[in-house]
């Protein structure tokens, strides 16, 4: 059984309702936390490609990534963790894992599982929540991965389409 039903949240991912890049969101993180992130990458086989000021370079640890200068270009990982679906790291702060998804990615149930797969992956690892909203609005988390409930569920009621 899946942990979310397309038919049920299909809303959540329309690109002209909660922006094509939602935010997604590990809060209360540590440099340790950003590195089980990192290990569990190598340890799925997931495709990634990490990048500082747009040049390719070889994954460092998180605590090297997260000691660069504040005036340095922000570092990004893309990851693949299927095939046309992407996921993107930012190293912003080391106290919260944040990354994107690209919702045009995302349409189906097919897809939706995959991204609820990926959510719980990180959430079980970490033992905290994975949380996703509309672009540019953490203020209103629409579903994530509950820990206690060790699933992905609705943090908000789906909107009218």
């Known amino acids: 059984m899946p942990d979310l039903l397309w038919d049920e949240v299909k809303s959540f991912f329309d690109p002209a309702l909660m922006g094509t890049l939602p935010d997604v969101w590990v809060a209360d993180a540590s440099v340790g936390d950003w ?94 929540p994975v949380l996703m909203s509309p672009e540019s609005d953490t203020d209103h988390p629409v579903l994530g991965f509950d820990v206690r409930a060790d699933r992905v569920v609705l943090l908000a009621d789906p909107w009218a389409s």
């Open 35 to 128: 590195q089980v992130v990192l290990d569990l990458i190598e340890a799925h086989g997931w495709r990634s490609e990490y990048s500082e000021g747009g040049v390719v370079l070889s994954l460092p640890r998180a605590e090297q990534v997260l000691s660069l200068p504040a005036d340095a270009d922000c570092p990004s990982l893309h990851v693949w963790p299927a095939p046309d679906v992407l996921a993107i790291f930012r190293f912003l702060s080391e106290d919260e894992i944040d990354f994107d998804v690209d919702l045009r990615e995302l349409q189906g149930q097919e897809r939706l599982d995959l991204l609820c797969g990926f959510f719980v992956t990180i959430g079980r690892k970490l033992g905290k």
